[in-house]
């Protein structure tokens, strides 16, 4: 909390990929949680259909018309499995690339060690539905202790010596000017404050690794306001030594999915849909969910006839995408200590390799996954791997010394990437939350948004891209009956 006792924007937890923050995220979509006739009971999703692919329910009657779902991602997969468990028996899911799950996505490492390039921590294990959906499978969770860290400065001298004191007086500034940008937020307040040379450079580097890599955005594009917003499930956030992918793997048993079917047109001029994919293909629809990534809407990849209504699109032009992108890194041995979890870096070229996540105490791999957020993050996506790698290295080297060149290496790219443009979504200076409550307004009676930049109460997560899925298809199913 801060001196006047608000909310605190820098609270530990992630999200989409986030290995360190979690800020406060809203409630759950009112009306219930998970698919239909799942129910919360001690702390966890229980109950049915969902949570084991091999007992699903039995269908109820049968209801008329197909849906069509744009993405295979978790707001797809939860859309069209919520669907099956309702009854209705023609829900076709439509996946622009050669894999599902979208900005979940479980690599292998050295030939078969499990990675996560996109997202890695559930947040808030206490009733959150993907942790429910892992305790109904038996997927392995193991929770994540941020204070298990290792701070590495350049100079011994400029170790934290009052860094909570600076934070919070930081966060007081901050929120008497909450619609101006934190990067002038900052700026008068190291001058006004006459913070000392390493004060201001810890203050840079909580900055980046509390803010910047919770959003993927500089703080030049964030404001207190922007930031100020959401809520979070209790409980400990945890990862998937075994990787995320097995969430995926659950909702997506028995469902009818055609990847490499890009979209490229929805007319919903008619009484029903037409879709047509960038290889001509035309599918007919009673209506259509898309969960495409906000990055996909705001390049206007998908033609929409008629466009967007007027509110839809400002809230899509008003919101933006972040990035973080992973380096992971698997080794012979371990030469960081094996015990710690979260190795932070304030290096000569402050807000570059400023975290890293050990996964040794999680999968007893010698592997790391390195982060970089904003503009860096973007820029590495330039650099070929081989640089990236070198560029990592190097940030290792000045930690501990000498280090031995990796065994294998994989370098995430969300921002260039066409199906995403980005890692997920933030609400940038001037705009607001509600921009998020605007796009999961249904449009007419026939096409419905759904995905984390959708969830006003839980965006940018798992567990908010999950919850729009199933808000998706309960509003169908409210409407078929």
Not at 8 to 16: E, I, N, V
Not at 22 to 29: H, I, K, Q
Not at 114 to 138: K, R, T, Y
Request: proline share 5%; glycine share 12%.
């Amino acid at each position: 909390m801060t001196e006047d006792n608000a909310p605190d924007p820098t609270r530990r937890g992630a999200a989409s990929g986030r290995g360190a923050r979690r800020l406060d995220r809203r409630a759950v979509v009112a009306g219930g949680l998970g698919a239909a006739g799942l129910a919360l009971a001690g702390g966890f999703l229980t109950g049915c259909g969902l949570l084991r692919a091999d007992r699903l329910p039995p269908a109820r009657a049968s209801r008329s018309g197909r849906v069509a779902i744009v993405g295979a991602g978790i707001a797809g997969l939860a859309a069209a499995a919520e669907l099956r468990a309702a009854g209705f028996d023609d829900v076709v899911v439509l996946e622009a690339s050669d894999r599902i799950g979208g900005r979940i996505w479980t690599s292998r490492i050295g030939g078969g060690i499990p990675v996560d390039l996109g997202a890695s921590w559930v947040h808030g294990i206490a009733g959150n539905p993907i942790a429910g959906i892992a305790n109904g499978n038996g997927i392995r969770m193991l929770p994540t202790d941020y204070g298990n860290e290792i701070v590495h400065f350049p100079d011994s001298a400029e170790k934290r010596r009052s860094g909570d004191r600076i934070l919070k007086a930081f966060w007081k500034s901050a929120q008497r000017w909450p619609r101006e940008s934190l990067r002038k937020v900052y700026r008068r307040h190291v001058e006004t404050s006459r913070l000392a040379a390493a004060d201001r450079r810890y203050l840079a580097f909580e900055l980046n690794t509390t803010v910047e890599h919770e959003y993927g955005a500089d703080i030049g594009d964030l404001s207190f306001e922007s930031i100020d917003g959401g809520k979070d499930w209790p409980g400990r956030d945890a990862l998937f030594p075994g990787g995320f992918g097995q969430i995926v793997d659950v909702l997506a048993a028995g469902l009818d999915i055609g990847t490499g079917r890009a979209v490229a047109k929805i007319d919903y001029r008619g009484p029903g849909v037409a879709l047509t994919t960038a290889d001509g293909e035309t599918l007919e629809a009673a209506c259509v969910v898309v969960t495409v990534p906000l990055g996909v809407l705001k390049q206007g990849a998908i033609a929409f006839m008629p466009e967007l209504p007027v509110a839809t699109r400002r809230a899509i032009d008003s919101l933006r995408m972040g990035v973080l992108n992973k380096t992971c890194l698997l080794f012979d041995d371990v030469f960081w200590p094996p015990d710690v979890e979260l190795i932070r870096y304030l290096g000569a070229r402050p807000g570059q390799w400023a975290e890293t996540v050990s996964l040794y105490r999680y999968t007893r791999q010698p592997v790391v996954m390195m982060f970089n957020a904003g503009a860096y993050g973007a820029s590495i996506e330039t650099m070929p791997d081989e640089e990236v790698v070198s560029d990592a290295l190097a940030a290792l080297a000045d930690m501990y010394g000498s280090v031995p060149q990796p065994k294998d290496a994989l370098v995430s790219r969300w921002r260039s990437d066409p199906l995403f443009h980005g890692s997920y979504s933030y609400v940038p200076v001037g705009s607001t939350f509600s921009e998020y409550a605007e796009l999961a307004r249904p449009i007419g009676d026939r096409v419905l948004l759904a995905g984390e930049a959708t969830h006003d109460e839980y965006p940018a997560t798992v567990h908010g891209a999950y919850l729009s899925g199933i808000r998706a298809a309960r509003h169908i199913a409210a409407r078929k009956g």
